[in-house]
């Protein structure tokens, strides 16, 4: 009996040891939150869509990546109002999301164990956690819940510890510090809801790589972020090939369409409605003789989009 008492003591035990939330969330929670998503993967469960995508969203308009994630039912995925580091700039990135909230001692002191055994530096602050955890391409987004004074999430110091892990930059719904030493930072970009001298206080980090909000988006970890001087728009990572594929067409289309109307071959009225068979014909016939070399896609990735029927006129 006490063998059997002692056994199930040990299953309670390694039951809820398992189940404990870290402060960031395990492979298994990422995969379920991404479970669509059937690439490559890192280590820590977050999709990794691959570098050559990114580059090629960089071309991609807020407005047709808008326009695509409604079509298909996402409604939720964009924020502008923002300030930018360099607004003349184009960021794409996969995300690492985290969380901040107001201070409270005995919720720190339990963030604080947590990040000890999951070894992380327990000596400095905690918002350095995320930073020592981006890889190459990725992107730090982190709610700070819209606060300015005392909300700031980095300086210089910090700022360049993500450059240096992620080549990327940053996007905060909070503030930073320091933005001279951070627009010293060749190559580095970000976007925040403000900036102050003050340093960051009676703020904590709580979640890293949980679901988090962005003003009016929900953001998942490994979601795909288009950030320019008009907005951000986070993208679940299984949608972002056929959306940058079916952005490129309807680029594609605009550049047909701007042509004829200057040809005066058909009205504006006929190009800004539906099309007919007959210039969807042309269309096609005009892409055609478009030069492999200028096109954002492979040609067979052109025709196959085409033929599948999916294609926006």
Request: hydrophobic share 35%.
């Given at each position: 009996?006490?063998?059997?008492?002692l056994l199930l003591a040990i299953c309670?035990?390694?039951?809820?040891?398992?189940?404990?939330?870290?402060?960031?969330?395990?492979?298994?929670?990422?995969?379920?939150?991404?479970?669509?998503?059937?690439?490559?993967?890192?280590?820590?469960?977050?999709?990794?869509?691959?570098?050559?995508?990114?580059?090629?969203?960089?071309?991609?308009?807020?407005?047709?990546?808008?326009?695509?994630?409604?079509?298909?039912?996402?409604?939720?995925?964009?924020?502008?109002?923002?300030?930018?580091?360099?607004?003349?700039?184009?960021?794409?990135?996969?995300?690492?999301?985290?969380?901040?909230?107001?201070?409270?001692?005995?919720?720190?002191?339990?963030?604080?164990?947590?990040?000890?055994?999951?070894?992380?530096?327990?000596?400095?602050?905690?918002n350095s956690w995320p930073i020592q955890?981006?890889?190459?391409?990725?992107?730090?987004?982190?709610?700070?819940?819209?606060?300015?004074?005392?909300?700031?999430?980095?300086?210089?110091?910090?700022?360049?510890?993500?450059?240096?892990?992620?080549?990327?930059?940053?996007?905060?719904?909070?503030?930073?510090?320091?933005?001279?030493?951070?627009?010293?930072?060749?190559?580095?970009?970000?976007?925040?809801?403000?900036?102050?001298?003050?340093?960051?206080?009676?703020?904590?980090?709580?979640?890293?790589n949980t679901p988090i909000r962005i003003?009016?988006?929900?953001?998942?970890?490994?979601?795909?972020?288009?950030?320019?001087?008009?907005?951000?728009?986070?993208?679940?990572?299984?949608?972002?090939?056929?959306?940058?594929?079916?952005?490129?067409?309807?680029?594609?289309?605009?550049?047909?369409?701007?042509?004829?109307?200057?040809?005066?071959?058909?009205?504006?009225?006929?190009?800004?409605?539906?099309?007919?068979?007959?210039?969807?014909?042309?269309?096609?016939?005009?892409?055609?003789?478009?030069?492999?070399?200028?096109?954002?896609?492979?040609?067979?990735?052109?025709?196959?989009?085409?033929?599948?029927?999916?294609?926006?006129?």
């Amino acid at each position: 009996m006490n063998k059997k008492i002692l056994l199930l003591a040990i299953c309670l035990f390694s039951f809820f040891q398992v189940k404990s939330q870290g402060v960031a969330s395990t492979p298994k929670y990422i995969k379920e939150l991404t479970k669509d998503w059937q690439g490559e993967r890192f280590e820590d469960g977050r999709p990794k869509v691959s570098d050559a995508l990114l580059k090629r969203m960089k071309n991609i308009q807020i407005e047709e990546a808008w326009g695509y994630l409604r079509g298909k039912g996402y409604h939720n995925q964009y924020e502008g109002e923002w300030e930018i580091l360099h607004s003349d700039s184009v960021m794409t990135g996969r995300v690492v999301t985290v969380q901040y909230m107001p201070l409270r001692p005995d919720y720190k002191e339990l963030v604080k164990q947590k990040g000890a055994k999951e070894k992380r530096d327990t000596i400095g602050g905690s918002n350095s956690w995320p930073i020592q955890m981006l890889k190459p391409g990725d992107v730090y987004v982190a709610d700070g819940y819209n606060r300015i004074i005392d909300g700031t999430l980095i300086g210089s110091n910090l700022g360049n510890a993500i450059y240096t892990n992620s080549q990327n930059g940053y996007i905060f719904y909070g503030s930073v510090r320091d933005v001279a030493g951070l627009l010293d930072i060749e190559g580095f970009n970000g976007w925040h809801k403000g900036s102050d001298p003050s340093y960051l206080a009676e703020q904590m980090l709580t979640n890293i790589n949980t679901p988090i909000r962005i003003g009016r988006a929900i953001v998942l970890p490994g979601d795909v972020v288009l950030a320019n001087a008009h907005g951000t728009i986070f993208i679940p990572a299984h949608l972002a090939d056929e959306l940058v594929l079916s952005s490129e067409i309807v680029g594609l289309r605009d550049q047909f369409g701007f042509q004829r109307l200057r040809e005066k071959r058909y009205t504006a009225g006929q190009i800004d409605t539906k099309w007919t068979d007959e210039i969807k014909a042309d269309f096609r016939d005009w892409l055609k003789k478009y030069p492999d070399s200028k096109l954002p896609m492979t040609r067979k990735e052109l025709n196959d989009y085409l033929n599948s029927g999916k294609a926006r006129y």
